[in-house]
């Protein structure tokens, strides 16, 4: 489909086709107003778009990390039912660890545990539990870094077997490093008690299901949701421009007054009403004219992202394993997380053939992330020929994606940096910055549709939300009712 001419003067400009992005202007468009939607890349759906890889007459389809879909919002369940329909769909849930060449469930299963680690093991778990427990108990023990919060809710033992090495394995710094909001923001509510009462059957019968047992995902990849809110929007009036991205976002101190976006046709200055920005905060910034002032600016600068680095290997292979996903927590194994896209639905793959999607975590100029895509293969298949998942043989082929900007890092000065910064947006009154990177903010893919529905209220109705509520809940990050399809 032609991309349509750039509109100059729109009621709303929205930078970034991911999903806070296109939430929004799908709410907007439900109230009858026409946005203007500028993305990057050619494909709509950031960093929850799917990719499609032809091989002959075989296709292969992957998200760029399987993005599961679950949530507290019932808005949202019915807002992608309504766009997907039948290929809205129940999934049963694999999640694992792998370690010393043992699987270990996740979230943790207590008689597994004691089952694969033996009883001394599994003894000295539970007496760091306790000796922890009285520490940052009794004694009151502050909870300042990450470290703290798991080892306090975890024990010293179970803290470092499954969560430290995969946490500085994720974000490049030491847990003593990370800031608490990680642990508060991904498993609160979460601890070594409720493990061992969830194993002996105590979490109490009227309690809402966890989304440890299934969650919902699309019959064709996650990407699908983005797709059918594209073609709605096209069908009612919104502009989406693909291709084209933002190069200066200038602003008299109380408004955002014009945008000049690069198109393939050359420079286009658009004049916006308002302005919703969901493209990473820090590029954000360096586009005003005039610049921040100084100490905004160091602010910035001192915000870090974490990046990734994915291999896709399609297979001669019926199945690799029954998992979704894989965690592997050990810092000697060079890669962090694998997923099986079948293991999502079957119409990701060719019958009879598989595909293994493998995650790496780097920072731009890394070892990893300046590797060939043939250096990575090299570096990978040790590891899963010893492990008995599949052979060079059976693999088709490789494919090399790498993406920057993937994960705000939660570090010790983030929230004190990220305050300086949003107390100076708010004096632009027509602005408003939303979705994991717009925000700096770790959020599903659910938490970022709710985040750009919000968005459109605040514009529709010319007043403020908080946004920084959205997945704030204090609960276990991945627990919550699974909803039925209505009837």
């Known amino acids: 489909m032609p991309t349509p001419r750039l509109e100059t003067e729109p009621a709303v400009l929205i930078l970034g086709a991911g999903p806070a992005g296109l939430a929004c202007a799908m709410e907007l468009s439900r109230k009858g107003v026409h946005s203007t939607v500028v993305e990057r890349d050619e494909q709509i759906g950031g960093l929850a778009k799917t990719l499609t890889f032809k091989e002959g007459d075989d296709v292969f389809l992957t998200d760029i990390g399987p993005h599961r879909f679950f949530s507290k919002n019932q808005y949202l369940y019915d807002f992608i039912e309504d766009l997907l329909q039948e290929e809205w769909r129940k999934v049963p849930r694999l999640t694992r660890q792998f370690v010393d060449g043992k699987y270990f469930n996740y979230p943790v299963n207590f008689q597994q545990v004691v089952k694969n680690l033996g009883l001394w093991r599994s003894a000295r778990i539970g007496v760091d539990y306790v ?36 946490s500085e394995k994720i974000w490049g710094i030491p847990c003593a490093d990370i800031h608490p909001d990680w642990a508060k923001q991904r498993i609160s509510g979460l601890n070594l008690w409720s493990v061992f009462k969830n194993a002996i059957g105590l979490r109490g019968k009227k309690g809402p299901k966890s989304l440890v047992d299934e969650f919902y995902y699309p019959q064709f990849g996650t990407g699908r949701i983005y797709e059918e809110i594209g073609k709605h929007l096209r069908k009612t009036g919104t502009s989406i421009t693909t291709g084209s991205e ?105 019958p009879g053939k598989t595909s293994f999607f493998i995650e790496f975590f780097a920072f731009e100029g890394d070892a990893i992330w300046s590797m060939t895509k043939e250096q990575l293969v090299d570096l990978v298949m040790p590891y899963f020929e010893k492990w008995g998942f599949f052979t060079r043989a059976e693999v088709r082929n490789a494919y090399l994606l790498k993406r920057a900007h993937v994960y705000p890092v939660y570090d010790s000065t983030y929230k004190q940096n990220l305050g300086v910064i949003q107390q100076w947006l708010e004096q632009l009154q027509n602005l408003v910055y939303i979705g994991r990177p717009g925000r700096f903010r770790y959020t599903n893919q659910d938490h970022s549709l709710e985040m750009g529905i919000i968005a459109s209220r605040i514009l529709l109705e010319g007043r403020k939300y908080d946004m920084d509520t959205v997945g704030s809940e204090n609960e276990y990050f991945e627990k919550g009712p699974i909803y039925e399809k209505r009837i």
């Open 246 to 350: 933002p190069v200066k976002v200038r602003h008299d101190g109380t408004k955002i007054t014009s945008v000049d976006i690069r198109t393939p046709e050359g420079i286009v200055t658009v004049r916006p009403q308002k302005l919703v920005e969901s493209v990473p905060l820090t590029r954000f910034l360096e586009l005003l004219d005039p610049p921040p002032p100084p100490p905004v600016q160091q602010a910035a600068r001192n915000l870090k992202w974490r990046a990734q680095v994915y291999l896709f290997l399609t297979l001669n292979k019926d199945k690799v394993t029954d998992d979704n996903w894989i965690y592997f927590p050990s810092k000697d194994i060079p890669f962090g997380r694998t997923s099986e896209m079948k293991n999502f639905s079957k119409d990701m793959c060719p």
């Open 131 to 166: 000796l922890a427990r009285l520490r940052y108990g009794l004694l009151k023990k502050p909870l300042r870094t990450f470290e703290d919060y798991v080892v306090a809710n975890f024990g010293r033992s179970l803290a470092e077997f499954s969560m430290i090495n995969y």
